[in-house]
């Protein structure tokens, strides 16, 4: 399978986690972390079309970490599971990690805001890592 095909299904795959992920799993922890409340149905209604330009950019941006990744991986050899778990690991060590801890210490919430964002944040980044190196090894 094509390496733009795969990273296509990837990307619409990271779209339905994580919304399930932030909305469905931790909605409400989200919210308090975020410092905003759960929106109501009029709050949703209203949104839609403010929502429409993050989650162009999110599906844009899970579009190029999933490609980068399947690049990384075929260049690696990773034909197994536990060769693509281990690099994917790595990757998520060594960039999600330092990444999402840099992008939520610097936002003026509260300490405990901070450590709410970045669990959510992180672990949604780390089954999305696992989940791409499964559809990269078994649609390959």
Do not use: C, R
Not at 6 to 27: N, P
């Amino acid at each position: 399978m094509s390496i733009f095909l795969l990273t296509l299904i990837a990307a619409v795959v990271s779209q339905i986690l994580s919304a399930i992920w932030y909305m469905s799993l931790f909605g409400k922890k989200w919210g308090m972390a975020i410092g905003h409340p759960m929106p109501t149905t009029e709050d949703k209604k209203m949104g839609i079309k403010q929502m429409a330009w993050p989650l162009v950019i999110g599906f844009v941006g899970h579009l190029l970490a999933a490609f980068v990744t399947f690049l990384i991986l075929a260049g690696f050899g990773a034909n197994t599971i536990g060769q693509a778990l281990i690099t994917v690991a790595v990757l998520f060590v060594g960039f999600s990690i330092p990444q999402v801890a840099g992008a939520v210490m610097w936002k003026g919430f509260t300490t405990k805001q901070q450590w709410m964002q970045f669990g959510i944040t992180i672990g949604f980044q780390a089954i999305n890592f696992v989940v791409w190196a499964l559809i990269f090894v078994w649609l390959v």
